[in-house]
């Protein structure tokens, strides 16, 4: 079992950034690999980056790559996404998921969610 905890969303300028936390419970949390996914109001919740559990192989959605980036501690027990150039269509509720498989995108894959937490970009 493990529990995911989201932190750190919040209201950014369009251009800024932001960096958003999840931390696990467990001492397992290192066998997983891991992913964020974000849901705008009215839209399906979509993949946006994935880090396997050793932390050496990272995966973007088109979207984001070159302005996120994902990385892990596995010592805290937490994964991180660092969003810069922030736009208006980023704004969603970021969630973070685990997964004992390799760097996986479809959300149906993923054995735990956190509660998430809301990124809105303003224009």
């Known amino acids: 079992q493990v529990q995911l905890v989201e932190s750190g969303g919040g209201l950014v300028q369009a251009g800024g950034s932001l960096r958003i936390s999840c931390a696990a419970s467990g001492r397992t949390f290192s066998s997983y690999a891991m992913g964020w996914f974000r849901q705008a109001p009215g839209k399906e919740r979509e993949f946006a980056a994935a880090?396997?559990?050793?932390?050496?192989?990272?995966y973007y959605a088109n979207s984001v790559k070159g302005r996120f980036t994902i990385s892990r501690d596995n010592a805290k027990n937490t994964v991180y996404l660092q969003m810069n150039s922030l736009k208006p269509e980023d704004t969603a509720v970021y969630y973070c998921?685990?997964?004992?498989?390799?760097?996986?995108?479809?959300?149906?894959?993923?054995?735990?969610w956190g509660q998430g937490t809301q990124v809105t970009v303003s224009s």
């Open positions: 880090i396997s559990a050793s932390g050496g192989s990272v």
């Open positions: 998921a685990a997964t004992l498989q390799s760097i996986v995108v479809r959300t149906s894959r993923y054995d735990y």
